[in-house]
Structure formats: C-alpha cells, structure tokens
C-alpha cells in the first residue's frame, strides 16, 4: 500500500518561494505519474502539475509561470516549488497518485495534506 | 478557460436518493474525459470513489454509482446514509495533460 506525506514550512512570507516535498513509501515511485493539488481554505480542489518518474513535467496553466516540480528517483521524492507567492496560495497542498501511466487516469493515493499560509 | 461546474449544495433524507453531477461551461462530458469523483470530509485528504466514469474504487460501497446524464457525468448514491455527508469533488481530463477540478458539492445528509 502506497504512502505519501507531504512536508515543508508552513508559513511562506509573500513574494517569497514555497517549497513542499512528497516522500513515497510502500511502493516504487517508478513507473508512475505524481501530482500536487492544493484547496484554499473553504474551497474546491485545484490541480497544480505532475510529474513522471523521469522528469517529464506539464503545469496548470493558471500557474505554470511560477511552478516548478522536480524528482529525485534514489530519495523515492518529488517536490514543489511556487515561486512569488501571495496570500491567494494559501491552501492546503496535497500530493498524490496517477493510477496509470496511459489511458484512463485517476488519483489513486493521496497524502493527509499541508497547510502552507502565506503571512507576513 | 474551462469551467467544470457542479452543484454547490445538495441535500438528501436518509435512505434517499441523490445525484450530483460534473458539467463543463462550453462542451459536454464524456468518457474521454475519464470522469472520477472523491468524497471529503473535514480536515481529512479526498478518497477516490468512482473512476472511468463507472468504476468503484476498492472499498466502495454499492449505493455509490457513476454514469455520464445528458450532457455531465454524475454521481449517485442510493440509500443516503448519515455517514455520506461529505464533500464531493470531481475532477476532468481536458487532454495536452492537463486535469481541472470542480468546485466541489457539499451533501448534506437531513
């Protein structure tokens, strides 16, 4: 059974970057997408990006100027960065699972979520 | 920009019946947009309830069911019970890679 728990600072001063990282455990973080979700408080869901094992990439265009996901295959890790944060990112982010590498897809695993505040 | 819609509220009596649904602002829903639903409750992360339209995620109970309506794809509980009061979040694929979610259905089971 896969797991996934998100972590990083849980306050983020405005303008500067957030950093999340989502370790995998259970399974191999090979051959499978990974994504990050956020949920501003009170709000809906919102698909930020994922990445594939090996580094391909592809970004909520809402977003994609300021984000970037990378992974590291040997840590069994992937990472957010948003950069120029405002109080608008405030949310809980959330990592997950693609169930599959083609076809009909789904987020199949989810870790518990973090709360990242952007303050002063 | 694509708009996924669904219903911001609903409510249903115990042992009834409810459909929430997951519509697009300028196109219909179908399976190429492998329709899947997520069920939340407060303070906790999303469970996956219905993917490919139809399908139940292990786990799930019966009364949970997917379907495309018309136009949206939907999702129905039969039999609402005390504990299904949650919220409910679809989400779409829009092809290029790209996923956009619904804002979500509160249900409250009264």
């Known amino acids: 059974q896969v797991q996934l728990q998100e972590s990083g600072p849980g306050l983020v001063k405005p303008s500067e970057t957030l950093s999340l990282t989502c370790t995998v455990s259970?399974?191999?973080?090979?051959?499978?997408?990974w994504a990050w979700i956020r949920q501003p408080p009170g709000k809906g869901l919102e698909w930020i990006g994922w990445?594939?094992?090996?580094?391909?990439?592809n970004y909520n265009p809402s977003l994609k100027s300021r984000v970037t996901i990378s992974v590291d295959t040997p840590k069994s890790q992937f990472s957010l960065k948003l950069s120029s944060v405002t109080a608008a990112d405030t949310a809980v982010y959330y990592c997950?699972?693609?169930?599959?590498?083609?076809?009909?897809?789904?987020?199949?695993?989810w870790g518990q979520g973090t709360l990242v505040t952007v303050s002063s | 920009q694509t708009v996924v819609t669904q219903e911001p509220s609903f409510s249903v009596s115990p042992g009834g019946t409810v459909t929430l649904t997951c519509g697009l602002s300028?196109?219909?829903?179908?399976?190429?947009?492998?329709p899947s639903w997520y069920q939340q409750t407060p303070g906790q992360a999303p469970r996956t309830l219905i993917y490919?339209?139809?399908i139940r995620s292990s786990g799930v109970p019966d009364r949970f069911s997917g379907s495309i309506l018309g136009n949206k794809a939907a999702l129905t509980i039969t039999g609402a019970q005390a504990d299904d009061e949650s919220d409910y979040h679809c989400?779409?694929?829009?092809?290029?890679?790209?996923?956009?979610f619904g804002g979500g259905t509160k249900l409250t089971v009264l």
């Open positions: 259970g399974d191999s973080i090979s051959n499978y997408y």
């Open positions: 997950a699972r693609f169930a599959a590498v083609a076809g009909p897809n789904w987020f199949d695993s």
């Open positions: 990445i594939y094992y090996r580094g391909n990439t």
């Open positions: 989400v779409l694929y829009m092809g290029s890679g790209i996923w956009v």
């Open positions: 490919s339209t139809n």
């Open positions: 300028s196109d219909s829903v179908s399976a190429s947009h492998y």
